[in-house]
Structure formats: structure tokens, C-alpha cells
């Protein structure tokens, strides 16, 4: 394993010009990937696609439903009674299953996580990567790559095996430089 510095850019274009100048620093052509990176979900690691088995803002919706489901019946039953003299027991029950399905809807995206509370993703796009054998190497290629017009550089610990970065993982967290 070594230390890896990977920079997002917008363009294919982009990518080949930084692999030129890489390698024109002296750094291994191997040693060197490139590769587009989908978006978040699609990442395809599930045989029926997908990245993850739950969506991680939906962690909580379980029992925010469950608990609106609760409030929303109880609430709809005292509709129901209160609108019994109008609608006869069919109020009651309309009252409860009204109240429970919008109880339950309410509790659910109550309690999803806010796109504020979500922890950062990479975004999709082309990333170029460098194994960095030493310390000089990790600071001249994070000068190369800021140089080039990286839209963000991180730093990572993986092994680039002939041009390919065998164990990049696309749900880890970046470490933004």
C-alpha cells in the first residue's frame, strides 16, 4: 500500500494532459490511473445494481413510521368519531386509515436525514490518481494536479497496480487536501 493523490476533473482532455505531465515529472506510467467515476448509486456493486443494501438518509424512516402511524390512527379515529353523527361508522374507519396513512408518510421523510446532515460523496467525473512512492512525490504531484486545474484533490492509501487502482472504493469518505 502506498500513499495515493487523486484529483476530479471535468474533461477526458483534461485527464490525458495531467498523465502526460506526470509521467513527464517521472512518475510510472503504471502507476498512474485514470478513470470516469459514476455518480452516487451508481456504482453498480450489488448484482441488481445500486451501491448500498439501504439508503443511508432512510435509516431512521422505519420508526418515524411506525410512530406516524400510531399518532395518524389515533388522530383519525377522533375525526372519525367527532364526524360519526354526519358519516355513520364508515367516518371511523375512513377517519383511521386516512389518519394512519398520512401519519405514517409524515413520520417516514420526518425522519430522513436532511441533505445537510449527509456526509460528503464524491461527485461523478473523471479522477486521475498517482501512487506516490515518498513524501516529495505526494507534494510535487498535489502542486501537478492543483497546476492543472484539479476541481478537488485527495489523499488515499491503496495499491495502482498497471494503471488501475485496485482497491478504490467510491462509498469510502475523501480525504479533501
Known amino acids: 500500500m502506498s500513499t495515493i493523490i487523486a484529483g476530479h476533473f471535468e474533461q477526458q482532455s483534461d485527464v490525458d494532459q495531467v498523465k502526460v505531465a506526470l509521467v513527464q515529472a517521472g512518475f510510472a506510467e503504471d502507476q498512474i490511473s485514470a ?3 459514476n455518480p452516487p448509486g451508481q456504482h453498480n456493486l450489488y448484482p441488481v445494481g ?3 443494501d439501504e439508503s443511508p438518509g432512510a435509516e ?3 420508526s418515524g413510521a ?3 402511524l400510531t399518532a395518524g390512527g ?3 379515529i377522533a375525526a372519525g368519531i367527532a364526524s360519526a353523527p354526519f358519516l355513520g361508522p364508515v367516518g371511523i374507519a375512513t377517519g383511521a386509515l386516512v389518519g394512519a396513512h ?3 408518510l409524515v413520520g417516514t421523510l420526518s425522519n430522513m436525514k436532511d441533505a445537510e446532515e449527509t456526509l460528503p460523496q464524491r461527485k461523478s ?3 486521475l490518481a498517482v501512487s506516490t512512492p515518498g513524501a516529495d512525490q505526494e507534494s510535487h504531484a498535489i502542486d501537478l494536479l492543483r497546476a492543472q486545474g484539479a476541481a478537488s484533490i485527495e489523499r488515499a492509501t491503496g495499491s495502482i497496480v498497471n494503471g488501475n487502482w485496485e482497491d478504490f472504493n467510491p462509498l469510502t469518505l475523501p480525504a479533501l487536501i
Do not use: H, P, Q, W
Open 74 to 76: 389515533v388522530i383519525g
Open 60 to 62: 431512521k424512516s422505519e
Open 125 to 127: 467525473g473523471m479522477m
Open 66 to 68: 411506525a410512530g406516524g
Open 50 to 52: 445500486g451501491d448500498r
Open 102 to 104: 398520512v401519519g405514517g
Open 35 to 37: 478513470f470516469y467515476l
